[in-house]
């Protein structure tokens, strides 16, 4: 089969196409072939080399895969050949997703839901499990409450945009000015250009000095320092972005404010409920742009670069091949 391989930790001319063993599903897996898969920051934070003891090379990268069935080893019981399924592969436990078949355990694999693309599928797993553990799982976003989301325009941020609607809050967002229509077409009550204004004067002011219950950051930097300011009395904090500097939270004590650290984490629990939103209209990815298998380097080039006019999330077509 045919594979992107990276060969170094380096830029994205270290990754390779080459031809590769077809893997074989072992006890409690399937092998799936491949029909999307998408980019993330962490695909090229893997690739420069931010995790070199984790992953093993040449290797395969890669976090989302929407596919179907061709085979399912012993033991196997909740699905068959030919379904369409959707999942973000173990991170750093095994080959990823930027090749035609990847074998995963079943248990952390979905049905895709129908109405979605492959392309559209591939474009959702990690961001959509992602923001669903933030908000849903540790932020514990209830109804009528309000969040401050970062980066809205973003793979993670505009999901996280329609997850918080539908749970009934009220949506702040921090986007580029050329973003903003894009934003409130998902949901967001109030965008705030983060280029021109100051986020927590921005919130002061359309919360009558009140605050967000809950400040998503996925945007890193000096955001958890900052969100106390932003924050009403009780309020929570939910980073995904692991800053390596030491942050200062001293803020948080005025606030009693909790702060969570989430690294997503996989299960085919996530990705149902995500399915039950998309049935139901609540929730779409927006593919901003497309590439092929054989130019993933070209896709990791674009979603590095600072301000690159994408919306949403880089899908990448796996046009599998005979053999
Ligand atoms: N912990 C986890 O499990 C986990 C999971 C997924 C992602 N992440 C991390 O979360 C971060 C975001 O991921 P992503 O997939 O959403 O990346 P992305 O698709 O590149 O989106 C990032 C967004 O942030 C915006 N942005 C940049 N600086 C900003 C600022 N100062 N204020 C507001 N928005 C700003 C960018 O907008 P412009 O176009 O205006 O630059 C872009 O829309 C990455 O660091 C990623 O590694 C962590």
Known sequence: ????????????????????????????????????????????????????????????????????????????????????????????????????????????????????????????????GTAWEALAVRAALRVGESILIHGGAGGVGHVAIQLAKAMGARVFTTVREENFEFARSLGADVVIDYEKEDYVDAIMRETGGSGVDVVFDTIGGNALTRSPDALAQLGRVVTIVDVAQPQNLIQAWGKNASYHFVFTRQNRGKLDELSALIERGQLRPHVGAVYSLADIPLAHARLETPNNGLRGKIAIAVEPSTH
């Open 1 to 128: 089969m045919k594979a992107i391989v990276l060969t170094s930790f380096s830029g994205p001319e270290s990754f390779e196409l080459r031809d590769v063993p077809k893997p074989v599903p072992g006890t409690g897996q399937v092998l799936v072939r491949v029909h999307a898969t998408s980019i993330n920051p962490l695909d090229y934070q893997v690739r420069r080399g931010d995790y070199p003891d984790l992953v093993p090379l040449p290797g395969i990268t890669g976090h989302d895969v929407s596919g179907v069935v061709e085979a399912v080893g012993p033991g196997v019981t909740a699905f068959s050949p030919g379904d369409e399924v959707w999942y973000t592969p173990q991170i750093f436990d095994g080959p990823g997703s930027y090749a035609e078949y990847h074998v995963a355990a079943e248990s952390i694999v979905g049905k895709k839901p129908p109405s979605l693309s492959h392309l559209e599928a591939a474009s959702l797993t990690l961001v959509g």
